[in-house]
């Protein structure tokens, strides 16, 4: 073959090369035509690489676990474990373990009190910890009880800390996590491999050995009464209170902690601070429910104001010389009845609290009996077992008496714009900027439930606008493919009768295609405009699980972080009501309002029978995924349920906006064919 010598200016002066193709305008249209097809590729991937991710990293939703967002290292915060005061029970419970509700308590001690987060740093070099390690857990453990305990009158809303220090509204003394000033209730558990673990544990509180009521047996015998009648008898069941018949006494092993893990002498600590709590809260009860403050003001011959001025540890000393005084109280007549209906009383209070307290602070009663010198008897004793409640041994067992299973994901925070590259580029282009927009919001208004939602709309309004201009031809030609479906119905109809004719069936397709290419539609536009979208999505989705600001909101009663469709149904809490119904029902309006609108069209378009057939055919397909779409927003969590509500909204003002710019002379004059100029 010749080999072509023509000259490298031969094609300039070719008769049949158009002038477009020796225009430069016709050079940069193919050149932005590919740029454009590479930031298409480079959106899909990103988007695809990210729902990946989403999937494989766990977010707990519980503050101090799983993936998290800050913003700054000075607010990676622990896991608190949270007790409240529960007033129908009259003791500590700990409710995020409470199959029911899940997480209700979501402490972030970023937001309450950062310089608490400083003496935890600095507790954590004491003790050979290292705070915050990656991929590291933690335990630091909050009481709080109603604001206004002792006002029955007023319903309780709002919680107050409790802690082994003069507690104020000043940074350091917030009483956030349980201390004593010096020492909190805090350890650090470490990496998988145990490093950054803490390697010795200093108590809050004076350890001591306190009695423990397990029963008491008063005397009791029937007692015949005449009727007025005078004809029968009545027999009534008494209780003799003045006779102590049995007196079941046992006793925790805790003082001596020589020797001893940090888990044992952090639960002895534990179980220490929930007794004395108790104790402190009891003895200052205007009601005195319990019984306590009286019966220990007779008994140990002490007011009831001096009572109240002790510390814990002096409260645990008058409880066992209180329990020390009964020893000898067994027989007839040995106390009074008014004495005896009192102790009943409160043993009863005391064996229910002391039971619920040696199970969550892991102490089993011993099958043995020891010598005590002070009762004179043999006693049982209570001591950390680390053996779980089926009888296997799990040192870590202890961790869900006080922690719910979503509380045990290892943190790992991602901080600096580093941290989020070290993620792969769909943190490193999405995640940073967009939390760290979402999050100036949020901060700058308070860190409320409406904060964050203000930062939900602003995010979206932001992202859907950008997104809009991305994907104009693909939202334009949405409209436009309703009209094209009653053509393309129309072809399908006329090929009905050669459903087995393969050479049919091609030139359908044909003309199928030809029919795109005239109305200068892509089939795949709205494919791809939903692949475009898709990073965007899943960015929100990804910042409203991982952010510890949006974790522990609450919007009134609803909190943010928690799984509406599971409060409703096993917590009946019907607050949450209200977002199902709205995700769903504003969801299902967003993906039809397209429909809705081009219903008035419809009207006046004719068709035959087969092609009312292939339209109807060609619906069933089309709605069963919008629908399905729709139903898949009761799964999330209430934070991600307002984010799919707002995102609706715009959905259907931006249709709305869009159908009406359709019906204008700019829009055919003007915008339409510069949108459609190509095929």
Known sequence: ??????????????????????QPKYIWKKVWKWIKIAFIIFFISIGLVGCVQSFATKSGNKVGTGHEIYTKADYVSPNIATLRWNEDRNEFIVPNTNSKTGIVANTYLG??????????????RNNGGHYGIYGGNSFALQLQKPSNLNNSSEKNTEWQNISNINITNKDGQRGVVYGNGKNHIYVNFGDAKGNGRTKTYTPVNKIQDIYIPSSITFETYNKYEKQEDGKEEKTIFKTDYSHIKKLNISKTSLSTISGKSVDSI???DIFTTLVGETFRIWINDSNNRSGFGEALSKTNKKSISDLRKLN????????????????????????????GFQLNKIFNNAASMFNNYTQIASLSKSNYKVKDNQLNTEVNLYQYSPINPSGNYNENAW???????DSLIPQKHIITYKDHWSYGPF??????????????????????????VLALVVTVIIVRLITFFLTAKSIFSAQKMEELNQKKAKIDAKYQAYKTDKQMQQRKQMEIAELYKKEKISPFSQLLSSFITLPILIVVFRII??????????LYSIQLSATSLYRVFKAGEMQYLPILILSVGIQIIAQFMPKILQLRKKKFLRADAYQKAEMKKASKKTILLPIILSFIGVLFSAGLQIYWIIGGIFTIIQSIIVHYIQKTKWYKNKLSPWLFKTA
């Open 1 to 22: 073959m010749a080999k072509n010598n023509n000259s490298k200016h031969y094609d300039a002066f070719r008769i049949n090369k158009t002038p477009e193709d020796k």
């Open 111 to 124: 937001l309450e009190d950062k310089e608490q987060i400083k003496a935890l740093k600095e507790q954590d």
């Open 266 to 268: 952090l639960l002895s």
């Open 312 to 339: 814990n540890a002096d409260l645990i000393k008058e409880w066992n010389t209180f329990v020390l005084h009964y020893k000898d109280s067994i027989g007839p007549g040995k106390i009074t009845e008014s004495e």
């Open 399 to 405: 961790k869900n008496n006080l922690l719910s299973n």
């Open 427 to 452: 943190y490193g282009f999405f995640m940073y900027p967009v939390s760290q927009f979402m999050n100036s919001i949020i901060r700058s208004l308070g860190t409320t439930g409406w904060s964050i």
């Open 545 to 554: 699980s991982t952010l510890p600001e949006i974790k522990q909101a609450f």
